[in-house]
């Protein structure tokens, strides 16, 4: 069975410091790992993804995490965050047909 | 393209009563989903539809059903409300294999 485990409920972190996310995960197959983030009153929009390939993904507005299968994690970083970066942060993992979520990480970036 | 619609946005329910919460998208996906978010629980899922015609229960299907109508619309009923499902509810759909999903606004759902 697959599973992600977010062990993180809640980050506060100032603003123009560097945040990391952490993000676990158990597959007895091969994994598709996904980040989304959520907006207050919105639907989870993707960051980023790894399928294959470069174990480093990265997204369009900074974020970027990597693929470790030896300690089965795929943790999300950004070097200097914005206000605007508020957000609940979902790890996910593809199974067959289906998407296993973490239970969310909440940043909060503080001015 | 509107890429996922969730109707409604919001509604009360009384316990015991039904309702149908309606998704449809509109980028030709294969599969579709629905989840219920509840705070510390991050998303579960209800039921998901990996093509048009099929249908399969996901880790929380109890006091639900689904109707895949065609390959754009997947409506989710409540046949009998209960105060445990108060929660907010989104709809989602994927395209090819493992790719990522792509999710509706949601559906705040409150039961008296």
Not at chain 1, 66 to 90: C, G, M, W
Request: aromatic share 12%; proline share 4%.
């Amino acid at each position: 069975a697959q599973s992600v485990t977010q062990l993180d409920s809640q980050v506060p972190v100032f603003e123009e410091a560097p945040v990391e996310l952490r993000c676990n995960y158990s597959s007895s197959v091969s994994v598709y790992l996904f980040w989304y983030v959520q907006y207050p009153n919105q639907g989870l929009q993707l960051l980023l993804k790894y399928l294959s390939g470069s174990t480093l993904v990265e997204s369009i507005n900074g974020f970027e995490a990597e693929f470790n299968k030896s300690q089965t994690s795929f943790h999300l970083r950004k070097p200097s965050v914005h206000i605007s970066d508020t957000a609940e942060y979902f790890c996910a993992v593809h199974g067959t047909y289906k998407y296993i979520f973490g239970t969310g990480t909440r940043l909060k970036v503080l001015a | 393209n509107a890429g996922v619609t969730q109707t409604p946005k919001f509604q009360v329910l009384k316990t015991g009563q039904s309702m149908t919460l309606q998704c449809a998208q509109d980028m030709n996906h294969n599969s579709m989903y629905w989840y219920r978010q509840d705070p510390g629980m991050g998303l579960r899922l209800i039921y998901y539809s990996a093509s048009e015609g099929t249908t399969d229960k996901g880790e929380v299907p109890n006091g639900y059903n689904v109707s895949r109508l065609n390959k754009r619309e997947f409506s989710l009923r409540l046949e009998s409300a209960a105060p445990s499902q108060t929660s907010v509810y989104f709809c989602a759909s994927s395209g090819r294999e493992n790719s990522e999903q792509f999710f509706g606004p949601g559906t705040r759902l409150t039961v008296l």
